[in-house]
């Protein structure tokens, strides 16, 4: 108890100091995963709720079904990661003219995590286990199948229920894009343009608000980024991860948007090796890439913020407001679906 509660109270130095110092980051580390677990706990709920007005009903039913399987998986995050890749996807098929089912994997594409996680034997995906990357995309699409098969006979015995306009054939191609979400992460390119947009969906995640620095505060304490990062010069700091970032959504300097060379850091694709996929892969569908650049733009301008923090408590306001500011934003400007 004691320990916690020093743990909340203001430090002499800077978190980004304290976490800076590999001595004295233990604690720190710690309660900042604990702050943002309580924060995204807390706001989940009421973005569920929203999300939901913007669904059809057996759109609705699907993202209930894949929320409950996330709650028992017990991966804190992955209730947000289920919130923030239907919304990017929403934007995505309003923004780019795609067809409304896309939603559907966006919704249960990881859901094949949580089934293996829940399962006793398997543990979960592990990302640097490739058979279990495969793994949770074979179980999930198996999911999506099932889901989808599911609800179409249910409308068919039941009349005054709304019609799901999809056919058989199209229910194999909603599963095709979970069985292959990640094959870029295994080494195998995505062609078609509903998988890059699925991708572009999922990819949004990454620079966004939780995973940012849920991220940072990951590497910190993973042996092989912080030898990777050592192998490429630098210190894992927000900085460097959003270096990282921008290294991996735009593959060139001259392809950088002037909003976020404005924001001055320097471009270092060299960090692209900090990525999970080692090279540059940028966004394929516009709106995809627009939703990445304002997610770069709001961590580059916290980081700022974050340099000055010297509590617990400030980082659970500092991280309340950037996820709650930047979950506005996605729901804000969605029509009802
Ligand atoms: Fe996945
Ligand atoms: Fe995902």
């Not at 706001?43 to 939901?52: G, R």
């Not at 996807?89 to 249960?108: C, K, Q, S, T």
């Not at 900090?274 to 580059?300: C, V």
């Amino acid at each position: 108890m004691q320990s916690q509660h020093q743990n909340r109270g203001r430090y002499n130095d800077t978190l980004l100091e304290v976490l800076s110092s590999e001595g004295r980051r233990e604690g720190v580390c710690e309660a900042l995963v604990g702050s943002m677990i309580q924060t995204a706990d807390e706001l989940k709920d009421e973005y569920i709720q929203e999300v939901e007005c913007h669904l059809s009903d057996s759109e609705a039913e699907v993202f209930r079904e894949v929320n409950e399987l996330a709650f028992k998986e017990g991966a804190w995050y992955r209730p947000l990661h289920n919130i923030v890749v239907p919304l990017c996807m929403l934007h995505i098929i309003e923004g780019e003219g795609l067809a409304r089912d896309l939603v559907f994997p966006a919704m249960n594409h990881d859901a094949g995590n949580s089934l293996m996680k829940i399962a006793p034997t398997t543990q979960g995906a592990d990302w640097q286990n490739k058979d279990k990357r495969v793994a949770h995309m074979e179980i999930g699409a198996k999911l999506c199948r099932e889901q989808l098969e599911r609800i179409w006979e249910k409308q068919l015995s039941d009349p005054v229920l709304e019609h799901l306009d999809i056919t058989h054939n199209r229910i194999e191609q909603l599963a095709d894009i979970v069985a292959h979400h990640d094959d870029p992460y295994i080494g195998k390119e995505l062609s078609d343009p509903e998988h890059l947009a699925h991708r572009d969906a999922d990819r949004c995640f990454v620079p966004s608000a939780l995973s940012f620095w849920k991220d940072y505060i990951a590497y910190l304490n993973d042996s092989g980024c912080k030898a990777n990062a050592s192998e490429l010069g630098v210190s894992i700091t927000p900085t460097s991860l959003i270096q990282c970032r921008i290294a991996s959504f735009y593959s060139t300097e001259q392809s950088l948007p002037e909003s976020i060379t404005r924001m001055g850091v320097a471009y270092a694709p060299h960090l692209v090796g900090l990525t999970e996929a080692g090279i540059p892969e940028p966004q394929s569908t516009s709106t995809g890439e627009q939703i990445a650049e304002k997610f770069i733009i709001n961590r580059l301008a916290e980081i700022e913020e974050f340099a000055h923090l010297k509590s617990i408590d400030e980082f659970d306001d500092f991280f309340r407001k950037s996820l709650s500011n930047e979950m506005r934003w996605l729901l804000a400007s969605l029509n009802h679906g």
